[in-house]
């Protein structure tokens, strides 16, 4: 059957909202599809309706119970034949949805990715004659993404195994992830792909810069009170304080996180769907698949993670079309918590660089000199014609300034201190502050020692911030988070580019609220990237991480900066063993190129014994050759050098056979005699 009789007698709507017809043809014609569209734009019928037009059974990969659930209970509330896989099943729930794939009843079959992992799944597809494969949120295929799930991975296999056409839906997906996703789940060969807009009009987009964030969260969603809403944190600690916060102040609110048993969370998601004016205050582990179509406004009390994340989450407001509100809460911390967060990951430094990328992309929207919507659709690739007046911008357009000099001072004390420094030391050199650590390494004879002492260091973050912003500067992961200049910076430091910043930002700007932290602000880039490799570590040895080191350990390496493994040996908490064990790997984060260091030498790490070694191997070294370099060479071993470092012995006949004796024996008795330790 065609499709416009299909989708009036079934999903009793006389026409296709704008986009979706040509990607219903394409996928019932058994095409290979990517879809990027809107949230609310339709996706699911977009594979549900061609599932009725082709005979045989489509296999959809989705994400959530939840989301399959509420589907599958749509579908067959419409007559169509659909079904579950879910772990969230009875087994006579499962036994009757095994029985009709076996008698080639259905016409749809939804199940998590997480099946594809059992041995049994496959051949039990191919015996239900499965035509086709659908794959919804196919974003979480992109293994660095903000949604990624594993098993997301098998869904290629799954496509070359039962070669049929696959189609894959999205609603966020940059040109990056789109790449990723061709490569993962179409091995690279290109699909139909229909790129349906990001541009979601009725959403009124706002940030806020933290300013008392929990009266603010609190005033935003008390002036919406009886609507429907999502207040998205950070930490699980938080959406149950701010949850509480909320029914104190008479608002109806309840937390949700992955922290809660499964039964509590499911209860959390069937409340929201049924009672009108909830709030519900949850991490990123709530909303995907939730298929409430009237959620008037979404806040964050914290920075999301990437403008991928932000655009999925203030997606799931005003689904119906009408006018939804959003407010998004920053701060430095937000960003501190970000940085930390990418640079403790696992991931290669190039996706480190790409992720920091991200971030400044975010931070750029949150400290945006014109319309919101313009900078987030050109994020996207879209181009919008003009202000959409529909963001907290174009309400109250923010008062800028030419800042083309300051961004200049920035990029100049960044590229004098040799593009290894964090915010904090570019500051103080801007602003003439002679720390410790500005004298030690000479940068107050910089020609930028205290160019900047017009503006305060608060209004230097804020300019920092602006130019992180618009990509002029990123942190480097390889050099532990020290600012380096972009390629498009280096326009702006030759004067070929102005620079536009906010005065707002600056004028409100005052020393930040102080967050508790480990270790210096300087220090935390390379306290992470420890963190980082005791974690793989860790997991290599499946042990827990403090057995590698605590963090203690790790606070005192990041700020003492060993550069030897006789320095490393010094840190509290690296012993003999830990040393043997861990000091090269970790010297390598802290120190990257450092040379080796024979075990016979390592033995000694830290110990008087081991600066004699080095005398004793550097007159080895003299006088291999002999005093005047014409003999036959000769060398003393590692392990005999060791033994001497150690016992300081004042006769050596018995540690060198006679040629050795004859010729190093005086060399290594002055050095033995001078040695403070005899």
């Not at 806040?299 to 079309?321: N, T, V």
């Not at 420890?530 to 350990?553: G, H, N, S």
């Amino acid at each position: 059957m065609s499709a416009a009789p299909l989708l009036r007698q079934v999903f009793g709507f006389d026409s296709f909202r704008p986009g979706q017809e040509e990607i219903v043809n394409a996928v019932a014609s058994g095409r290979d599809v990517l879809a990027i569209m809107p949230t609310g734009g339709g996706k699911s019928l977009c594979y549900q309706l061609p599932a009725l037009m082709r005979d045989g059974l489509t296999v959809v990969i989705s994400p959530l119970i939840a989301l399959m659930r509420d589907q599958v209970r749509a579908l067959t509330e419409a007559g169509v034949a659909a079904a579950a896989l879910t772990s969230g099943n009875s087994d006579e729930e499962n036994s009757e949805v095994l029985r009709a794939m076996a008698a080639r009843e259905l016409r749809l079959l939804y199940m998590a990715p997480e099946r594809l992992a059992s041995g049994a799944t496959v051949p039990m597809l191919r015996r239900a004659g499965v035509q086709a494969i659908a794959v919804d949120e196919a974003h979480c295929v992109s293994q660095w993404g903000h949604d990624f799930r594993p098993d997301y991975l098998r869904v290629g296999e799954l496509r070359r195994v039962l070669s049929v056409p696959l189609a894959a839906f999205t609603a966020t997906a940059d040109a990056e992830t789109r790449d990723e996703i061709v490569q993962r789940l179409f091995d690279g060969a290109q699909p139909q792909t229909f790129l349906r807009g990001f541009d979601r009009p009725n959403i009124h987009l706002a940030f806020q810069p933290k300013d008392g964030p929990r009266r603010q969260i609190l005033d935003f969603a008390a002036a919406r009170r009886g609507q429907s809403g999502i207040i998205y944190c950070g930490t699980r600690a938080k959406t149950e304080t701010l949850a509480a916060a909320l029914n104190q102040s008479g608002l109806a609110a309840t937390a949700y996180h992955g922290g809660m048993e499964a039964d509590a969370r499911r209860e959390v998601e069937a409340r929201f769907q049924r009672e009108d004016g909830l709030i519900v205050v949850a991490t990123v582990a709530f909303g995907m698949g939730i298929d409430k179509p009237d959620i008037r406004w979404v806040a964050h009390a914290d920075l999301p993670k990437s403008i991928e994340a932000y655009y999925q989450e203030i997606g799931r407001g005003g689904r119906d079309g009408a006018p939804a509100e959003t407010l998004t809460l920053y701060g430095p911390d937000d960003i501190r918590l970000r940085r930390g967060q990418i640079d403790e990951s696992l991931a290669p430094p190039e996706r480190k660089a790409a992720d920091h990328a991200r971030l400044n992309a975010l931070l750029g929207l949150a400290e945006a000199t014109g319309c919101r919507r313009i900078a987030l659709l050109r994020y996207f690739g879209e181009k919008a014609v003009a202000p959409c007046g529909n963001c907290d911008i174009c309400d109250d357009p923010p008062e800028c300034f030419d800042a083309t000099e300051a961004a200049q001072k920035v990029l100049s004390a960044i590229l004098r201190t040799g593009q290894t420094y964090g915010s904090g030391h570019i500051i103080d050199v801007l602003t003439g502050t002679m720390t410790e650590r500005v004298q030690a390494r000479g940068h107050d004879h910089l020609p930028t020692f205290g160019v900047g002492r017009d503006l305060s260091k608060p209004q230097w973050q804020a300019v920092i911030r602006q130019m992180l912003g618009l990509d002029l500067i990123r942190p480097d992961s390889e050099r532990h988070g020290g600012l380096a200049i972009t390629l498009a910076a280096h326009p702006v430091l030759r004067g070929e580019e102005r620079i536009t910043l906010r005065r707002d930002t600056m004028a409100r700007a005052r020393p930040a609220v102080v967050v508790r932290s480990q270790v210096d602000p300087e220090d935390e880039p390379l306290f992470s990237a420890l963190k980082a490799k005791r974690r793989a570590l860790a997991e290599a040895a499946r042990v827990p991480a403090y057995v590698i080191f605590p963090d203690r350990t790790l606070q005192e390496m990041a700020r003492l900066r060993p550069g030897t493994l006789d320095e490393m040996a010094r840190v509290n908490g690296v012993g003999a063993k830990k040393l043997e064990s861990y000091g090269e790997e970790f010297l390598q984060v802290i120190a990257k190129d450092v040379p080796p260091m024979h075990p016979a030498r390592r033995a000694l790490a830290g110990r008087p014994s081991g600066q004699l070694f080095d005398r004793l191997a550097q007159a080895q070294v003299r006088l291999m050759r002999g005093v005047d370099g014409t003999e036959k060479p000769l060398s003393v071993g590692n392990s005999a050098l060791r033994r001497i470092a150690e016992d300081r012995p004042r006769d050596l006949s018995r540690y060198l056979d006679p040629a050795r004796l004859d010729r190093f024996g005086a060399a290594f008795a002055a050095e033995i005699a001078g040695d403070p330790e005899c």
